[in-house]
């Protein structure tokens, strides 16, 4: 059963940074997706990045290509989302997802993609 458990989250001025983690288990995911999802009170649940387990690529939404970065660690298992330059529109529940024989050039959508994490707050302050 996989498993992903995201940590990192907080409370932070606007114009700061935080990282979060997502840790995976429970599979081997090299054919994996790995995708990075938040949802603000009252709104849906909206792509914000994705990485490629196998070879890297990685995919940004509009709203936060230039400030945020995503990154793995192969041998930890561990998805990572780089936050800079945050503001307040990015206050949201962050959730980590997988999706089995995905790739970050044709899922992107909430739906597509098979386990989720329990999800980590982030707030931002103006």
């Known amino acids: 059963q996989v498993q992903l458990v995201e940590s990192g989250g907080g409370l932070v001025q606007a114009g700061g940074s935080l990282r979060l983690s997502c840790a995976a288990s429970?599979?081997?995911?090299?054919?994996?997706?790995m995708g990075w999802f938040r949802q603000a009170p009252g709104k849906e649940r909206e792509f914000v990045a994705a990485i490629n387990w196998s070879g890297g690529d990685t995919y940004y939404a509009d709203s936060v290509k230039g400030r945020f970065t995503i990154s793995k660690d192969n041998a930890k298992n561990t998805v990572f989302l780089q936050m800079n330059s945050l503001l307040p529109e990015d206050t949201a529940v962050y959730y980590c997802?997988?999706?089995?024989?995905?790739?970050?050039?044709?899922?992107?959508?909430?739906?597509?993609?098979?386990?989720w994490g329990q999800g980590t707050q982030v707030t931002v302050s103006s």
């Open positions: 429970g599979r081997t995911f090299s054919s994996y997706v």
């Open positions: 997802a997988a999706k089995t024989y995905g790739s970050v050039f044709r899922n992107r959508q909430a739906y597509e993609y098979n386990y």
